[in-house]
């Protein structure tokens, strides 16, 4: 897998781009979606939303799929990780 060697070569390394042709191969049963602000964004999010690849992925079939927020979940501090738990603990403990 490219994405394996792309790590090897950087072990700090923290996001590949990848296509949609390969989500399956990432399937999980829940998946946090950080966007950037802005409407081109959000319609190729919706684009996304709308292709058989996304709609079978078990995390969307199960609603489980979250969108978070790319400011807090990007710091690494010890305030960060906290209000980051506390957020994870919420979003997978809720109602749906």
Sequence with gaps: MAEEEEIDKDPNLWALPI???????????????TLLEGK????????????SIWKNLTAVKNNHVYAINMDTWLGYTP??????????????????
């Design 19 to 33: 296509s949609l042709e390969v989500l399956p191969n990432y399937d999980a049963d829940y998946v946090f979606v």
């Design 40 to 51: 081109e964004t959000s319609n190729r999010f919706d684009d996304i939303k709308k292709i």
């Design 79 to 96: 305030h960060d990780i906290d209000v980051q738990l506390k957020e994870a603990v919420q979003l997978l403990t809720q109602e749906l």
